[in-house]
């Protein structure tokens, strides 16, 4: 089992940034995907971004161009940098890690990014 700890929600403004942070910790596989996930109220569970253990990335539509997800392998950790932000960008962001971001074994906390004026 692999341990996620999500850091770097909050509040921001409409066009503001954001840098999520998560590190993983436990039993990390040598290959393997770590990304976000983010569920709105009343909404399903989406992918936002990942990145494999060789750089290969895969972002929803609703966020390229303005997201960058990025790894640092030595550290076991991912980072989500949001930029020009809106409010529909507001949910709570999930953590994932797994073989395959398609198939996430495990799921941090959350952490909620508000985007209000």
């Known amino acids: 089992q692999v341990q996620l700890v999500e850091s770097g929600g909050g509040l921001v403004q409409p066009g503001g940034s954001l840098r999520l942070s998560c590190a993983a910790s436990?039993?990390?596989?040598?290959?393997?995907?770590m990304g976000w996930y983010r569920q709105a109220p009343g909404r399903q569970r989406e992918l936002v971004a990942a990145i494999n253990s060789s750089g290969n990335t895969n972002y929803a539509i609703s966020v390229k161009g303005r997201f960058t997800i990025s790894r640092d392998n030595a550290k076991n950790t991912v980072y989500l940098q949001m930029n020009s932000l809106k409010s529909e960008d507001t949910a709570v962001y999930y953590c994932?890690?797994?073989?395959?971001?398609?198939?996430?074994?495990?799921w941090g906390r959350g952490t909620q990014v508000t985007v209000s004026s």
């Open positions: 436990g039993s990390i596989f040598s290959n393997n995907a």
């Open positions: 994932m890690y797994g073989r395959t971001w398609y198939n996430p074994n495990d």
